[in-house]
């Protein structure tokens, strides 16, 4: 079995994707409060909401991970009249509403700034996921202020690593803007999709956070979509295995968090007597496309099962088979769209029963520095 496909890259969505735990789940204890470097799952909490907002699917960069998928999603730069139409879509005042920009590379979208703005005017938490190129001079025309949250992803802690997985001269001129960004006092985080490319190297990325200045980091998994899903790396592929996973990830994430740094990565496996839940019927969720599709689960995005669209500027849910009749079966396996659509992820005992039941995709464990 391998871990795969369970969660995007949200450096666009990230599935981070990334910020998304951060902000709308409750911690539930399930280790020791004594032991600071422990890990805690961080649980879905109702009557939050989260936007994510794909503002454009274009992006200067051409990562071999990439997931972007033009012909579901299509190839629209949405305007800025649009853009502050679909905020005021999903703003809702009596709700804590999170907004987090994503594209393709929604630095490119030269109204960025304008929809950030719009945002927190409507009284959303601001974040934009960028590949770090943070273009039309964003740190100059926005502010800390007005931007909660600003994430960037570096897939390797040099460009050794990193450049060969997201493009020659990535790694410079994305910690550089990094740099730019802590020294103007944005509270910037990075996200780093793992992969069988780049497990070993994890760890290093730690000195280099710290000498950076980022207090905040979000670990993926690579899923194997768009690009990855046909691109050959190898023998063992991009997946890394759960042994990988968990002899690596927890470790790495601790000494992050002796280090300062609050970091966040994925569940993956439910322990026994862990309860499931699935994202879509309890939290409130929308991942919005230029093409006016709205997904309630990134799982689903390559599908036209979105159980929502947006048409002539207004919300309307669709009928027919959708998402939504998914997130309602109850299976012994866990997730219900990761059985669909990844079988491999899941192994079974001699009876039968699946050896572990796979979590929602949405949820994540946190060490707090
Ligand atoms: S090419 Fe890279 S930076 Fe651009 S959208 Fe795809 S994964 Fe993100
Ligand atoms: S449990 Fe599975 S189907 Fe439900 S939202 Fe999470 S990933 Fe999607």
């Not at 690593?161 to 001269?169: K, Q, Y």
């Not at 230029?290 to 669709?318: F, K, M, S, T, W």
């Not at 998402?323 to 866990?334: C, R, S, T, W």
């Amino acid at each position: 079995m391998k871990i795969l496909h369970l969660l995007r890259c949200y450096d666009f969505f990230s599935l981070a994707i990334g910020n998304l735990c951060f902000y709308n789940f409750t911690k539930l204890d399930l280790q020791p409060k004594a032991m600071t470097t422990t890990a805690r799952t961080v649980g879905f909490q109702s009557g939050e909401r989260n936007v994510f907002f794909h503002i454009l699917t274009a992006c200067n960069l051409s990562c071999r991970h990439c997931y972007i998928n033009i012909s579901q999603h299509g190839t629209a730069t949405l305007p800025r009249e649009t853009i502050e139409k679909w905020l005021e879509l999903f703003a809702d005042p009596e709700k804590k509403s999170n907004v987090i920009f994503l594209g393709g590379e929604p630095t490119m979208h030269p109204d960025l700034s304008h929809g950030i703005a719009k945002a927190k005017e409507l009284g959303f938490t601001v974040t934009v996921d960028s590949n770090g190129y943070l273009f039309h001079d964003l740190l100059d025309r926005t502010s800390p202020e007005l931007l909660d949250y600003l994430s960037c992803s570096l897939d390797g802690p040099d460009s050794n690593v990193n450049d060969p997985i997201r493009g020659e001269g990535v790694f410079d001129i994305c910690t550089n803007n990094i740099r730019k960004a802590v020294e103007r006092g944005y509270n910037v985080s990075v996200i780093y999709t793992v992969s069988s490319l780049n497990i070993d190297d994890l760890h290093r990325m730690v000195p280099l956070l710290s000498e950076m200045g980022v207090k905040r980091f979000f670990i993926q998994v690579i899923g194997l979509r768009g690009k990855s899903a046909q691109e050959s790396v190898g023998e063992q592929g991009w997946q890394v295995s759960p042994e990988q996973w968990l002899e690596i990830v927890p470790a790495v994430a601790r000494q992050a968090a002796e280090a300062g740094i609050h970091v966040t990565f994925p569940k993956v496996f439910l322990e026994p007597g862990e309860t499931f839940e699935c994202a879509g019927l309890v939290t409130e969720n929308f991942f919005i496309f230029p093409n006016g599709r709205v997904y309630r689960c990134p799982l689903c995005e390559d599908y036209p099962i979105h159980a929502l669209r947006i048409e002539n500027d207004a919300l309307i849910p669709n009928e027919g088979l959708t998402e939504d009749n998914f997130f309602q079966l109850n299976i012994a396996e866990g997730c219900v769209m990761n059985k669909l659509l990844q079988p491999d992820t899941i192994s079974y005992d001699d009876q039968g029963n699946p050896d572990h039941r796979i979590s929602c995709c949405l949820l994540k464990q946190e060490i707090l520095p």
